[in-house]
C-alpha cells in the first residue's frame, strides 16, 4: 500500500527554497464527491491502494493519501476524502472533506485540483456538489463515474455536452474495471493547473433557501440538456425491496441470513481447520523428536507452537465470517437492515444511523468506533461509541470456537447444527447487552429526540467475487500479521513469564505455579474464584487485553506448560474438557460475550472522544458487567448440576 503522510506545509522555509520545492512538489489532487459514488474505488485503482470499499455511504471517514505517476513523470498526490452531499458538513466525517476542499485544516494546504466523482446514475442529486464545488474556484475535472451501471439502465450521458455547460472537463469513468480510470489520468496530463499554491476563498455564508433553488433549477436544466433517461424505469430494486423492506417478511430474511451465516462459520470450516490442525501437530511432533529437551525446546514446542497455533486454526472460521461480511457490505443490503432496525433501535434510544458502526463493530470495534462519524448527533454517536465493544468482534470467534468446540456437542437440531446456534446465541447476546446498555443510557440522559432515520438507499449490486477474493485475503493477511506480530511476541513473553523463575528444590506442583505468570495468577484468582475461574483462565485473560485471540494461545501455553503429558498443546480442547466444569465453560463464555475491551479499542475511544473520560467509564463498566454476567451464569449453571 502507497500510504504516505502529507509533510507540514513549510511556512518557516526561506523563500527561495520554496520556489524550487514547489516546482518538484507533487501535483495535490482530493476527490470530492456524494457518499458511495466510488472516489474510494478510484482512489484504489489510480493509486493501488486497498482502501475499504463497500456499497453504503459512509465507508471512508478520515481522509487518506497516496501516490500515484501521470504518463509524463509527474506525481500526484491522491486524497480519498469521505462523502458529502454538499458542503454543508452536518457530520464529523463530512466536516473532514469541508475542510480540506475549502483550505480550513490547519497543516493541509489547499489541493491544487479537484476531481468531483458523481454516479452517473444519480446524477440529480450529484450535480449539486458539482455546482457547489464550482464556486470554491479551484481547478476541477469531474469523473463521471459509474457509466457501466448507467449504460445497463439506459441512461445515457453526453458527456461533452455537460462539460462545454459547465466549462469544466467531463471524462466516463468504471471504478471497478481494470482500465475505468485511462480517460482520468489523460485529463489530469492534459489539465494540469499551474502550482501556485491557492489560498482560500474566504468562508462563504450558508446557502439560503434561494441559493438551494437556484442550484436545483440549474440542475435540472443540466439533465434536461445532458442525460436521456430510459423510456421506462427499472424497478428491479423496487420489487425486491417490497419483501426485504417489509415490517415482517424484512425480518424473517434478515433472521435467515444470519442463521446461515452462524451455521456456515462452524459446517464449512471443519475440513480446512482439520488440516491447519494435522500441520500444527506435525510441527510439533517433529520439534519434540528432534530437539533434546531445553529451555529452546519448550520456547519452540509449548510457547510458539502450542501457543500460536491455538489461534492460527481459527483462520478458516474467521474467513467464513469475512465472507459473510464483505458480501453483505458489497451487495447493498446493509442500509435496509439499518432502515428495518430502526424502530427496535428507537425503542432504546438509538437511531438506526448507528446499524453500520455497530455492525463494522462485528469485524473490529476500531473502525466500528471510526465509522460513528457519520452520526450527526453527538449524543448519539458517544452511546454508540460506548456500547460498539460488546459487538462480538472477531477477535473473540476463536475464544467462543475453542470453548464451543470443547462443551458443546456437535449434535443436531432439525437443519441446524448445536454448535451453530450456541455461536449465533453468544453473537445475539452482545446485541441484547448492547441494546440493554444503550437504553441505561437513555434512562440517565434524560429527554430523548426522536430523530427520524434519513439514509440513501444504494442499488443492489452482486457482489464482485474478485473483490470478495481481495478482500478475504486482505483478512487473512491482517489476521496471520496479527498472528506472527503481537500475538507470538506476546506468547514469548508469557512463555517466559510461565518458565521462571523455575521450580525451587523438592517441589511438587507443576513448575508454571512458581513463576511470575503463575504467582500473577494466583494474586488475581481470589478476585475470578466466585465466578469459578481457575488460576490458569486468570493468567490467560490477562495478555488477552493485548489483542483477545492470546486468550486461547495462552490457555494453549499455560496448560501445555502445567500439564503432565507433554502433547498436551495439539490437544487444547480435550484437556479443557477433561479439567473444567461445564458451569466454569458457560462463565467463560458470558465473561466473554462483554469481554473487557483491547487496548486498540480504547485508544480508538480516546481518539475520538478526546480524553480518557470515556476509555475509563468504558473499561469500568465491561469489567463490572462481565464479572456480573459470569458470576450469574456460573451461580445458575451450578445450580443446574453443571459442576
Ligand atoms: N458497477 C460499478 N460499481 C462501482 C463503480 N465504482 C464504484 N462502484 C461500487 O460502488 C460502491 C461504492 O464505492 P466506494 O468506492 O466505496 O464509494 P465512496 O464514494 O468511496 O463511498 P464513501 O466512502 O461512503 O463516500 C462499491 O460497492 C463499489 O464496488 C463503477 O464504476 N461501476
Ligand atoms: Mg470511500
Redesign the pocket.
Known amino acids: 500500500m502507497k500510504q504516505v503522510s502529507e509533510p507540514a506545509s513549510g511556512a518557516s522555509r526561506p523563500v527561495a527554497t520554496q520556489v524550487v520545492a514547489d516546482s518538484a512538489r507533487p501535483l495535490r489532487v482530493a ?1 470530492l ?12 485503482l489510480l493509486t493501488g491502494s486497498r ?11 478520515e481522509r487518506k493519501e497516496g501516490r500515484f505517476e501521470l504518463p509524463g513523470g509527474r506525481t500526484v498526490a491522491l486524497l ?5 452531499y454538499s458542503l454543508n458538513a452536518l457530520s464529523a ?1 463530512e466536516e473532514i472533506t469541508r475542510d480540506i476542499v475549502t483550505g480550513r485544516r490547519a497543516g493541509e494546504p489547499l489541493p491544487d485540483l479537484l476531481v468531483v ?1 458523481v ?2 446514475t444519480k446524477l440529480r442529486l450529484n450535480l449539486r456538489l458539482v455546482l457547489e464545488a464550482q464556486r470554491l474556484r479551484v481547478p476541477m475535472v469531474v469523473a463521471l ?5 448507467a449504460e ?1 439502465l439506459g441512461i445515457r450521458v453526453d458527456a461533452e455536452r455537460l462539460s462545454a455547460e459547465l466549462g469544466v472537463p467531463v471524462v466516463p ?5 481494470g482500465d ?1 480510470a485511462r480517460g482520468l489520468v489523460q485529463a489530469l496530463q492534459a489539465h494540469q493547473p499551474p502550482l501556485i499554491g491557492r489560498t482560500p476563498e474566504p468562508a462563504a455564508a450558508p446557502p439560503g433557501i434561494a441559493d438551494v433553488m437556484l442550484t436545483q433549477r440549474e440542475v435540472q436544466r443540466l439533465l434536461a440538456d445532458c442525460v436521456q433517461m430510459p423510456a421506462r424505469p427499472l424497478a428491479r430494486d423496487d420489487s425486491v425491496d417490497r419483501v426485504l423492506l417489509h415490517p415482517f417478511w424484512g425480518l424473517v430474511v434478515l433472521a435467515l441470513v444470519l442463521l446461515l451465516m452462524f451455521q456456515a462459520v462452524f459446517s464449512w470450516a471443519a475440513w480446512p481447520m482439520d488440516a491447519i490442525q494435522a500441520g500444527i501437530d506435525a510441527l510439533a511432533g517433529a520439534v519434540r523428536n528432534h530437539m533434546a529437551e531445553g529451555p529452546l525446546r519448550s520456547l519452540l514446542a509449548d510457547g510458539i507452537i502450542a501457543g500460536v497455533g491455538a489461534v492460527l486454526v481459527f483462520l478458516p472460521q474467521i474467513l467464513i465470517l469475512f465472507l459473510f461480511i464483505l458480501a453483505l ?2 451487495s ?1 443490503y446493509l442500509p435496509r437492515a439499518a432502515f428495518l432496525l430502526d424502530r427496535v433501535m428507537g425503542r432504546v434510544g438509538l437511531s438506526g444511523r448507528s446499524f453500520i458502526p455497530l455492525l463494522s463493530s462485528f469485524a473490529c470495534a476500531v473502525p466500528g468506533i471510526m465509522a460513528t462519524r457519520t452520526i450527526t448527533h453527538w449524543r448519539d454517536r458517544l452511546v454508540t461509541i460506548m456500547i460498539a465493544p460488546l459487538m462480538t468482534c472477531s477477535a473473540r470467534l476463536p475464544v467462543y470456537a475453542l470453548l464451543i468446540a470443547a462443551f458443546i456437542p456437535a449434535r443436531k437440531i432439525g437443519l441446524f447444527n448445536l454448535q451453530g446456534l450456541v455461536l449465533l446465541a453468544l453473537y445475539v447476546a452482545g446485541i441484547l447487552a448492547a441494546l440493554g446498555l444503550a437504553w441505561a443510557y437513555r434512562l440517565t440522559g434524560g429527554q430523548v429526540r426522536v430523530t427520524p432515520l434519513i439514509m440513501e438507499l ?1 442499488t443492489y ?1 452482486w457482489p ?1 467475487p474478485r ?1 470478495l477474493a481481495f478482500g478475504l485475503w486482505e483478512r487473512a493477511r491482517i489476521f496471520l500479521r496479527r498472528v506472527g506480530g503481537i500475538i507470538l511476541a506476546v506468547m514469548v513473553l508469557l512463555w517466559f513469564l510461565s518458565s521462571y523463575p523455575a521450580a525451587p528444590q523438592g517441589a511438587t506442583g507443576a513448575p508454571i505455579q512458581y513463576s511470575y505468570a503463575g504467582q500473577l495468577g494466583r494474586l488475581i484468582e481470589p478476585v475470578l474464584a466466585p465466578i469459578g475461574f481457575n488460576w490458569q483462565i486468570a493468567i490467560s485473560l490477562v495478555p488477552g487485553m493485548a489483542a483477545r485471540e492470546v486468550a486461547v494461545s495462552a490457555l494453549g501455553t499455560v496448560y501445555a506448560l502445567s500439564g503432565a503429558e507433554s502433547d498436551v498443546a495439539d490437544k487444547l480442547q480435550p484437556v479443557l474438557a477433561h479439567s473444567w466444569s461445564l458451569a466454569t465453560a458457560l462463565a467463560l463464555l458470558a465473561w466473554f460475550v462483554f469481554a473487557p475491551q483491547c487496548v486498540s479499542t480504547l485508544v480508538a475511544v480516546r481518539r475520538e472522544t478526546n480524553g480518557w473520560r470515556y476509555p475509563l467509564i468504558m473499561v469500568v463498566q465491561l469489567f463490572g458487567l462481565a464479572w456480573v454476567a459470569a458470576f450469574i451464569t456460573y451461580r445458575i449453571a451450578l445450580a443446574l448440576g453443571a459442576g
Open positions: 476527490l464527491g456524494n457518499p458511495n459514488c466510488g472516489k474510494t474505488a478510484l482512489f484504489n482502501q475499504k470499499v463497500a456499497n453504503y455511504a459512509g465507508v471512508t471517514v480519498d476524502l469521505p462523502g458529502a466525517d466523482v454516479d452517473a463515474n459509474m457509466t457501466d451501471m445497463r469513468t468504471v471504478a471497478v474495471r475505468g457490505e458489497d447493498g444504494p449490486r464482485n473483490e
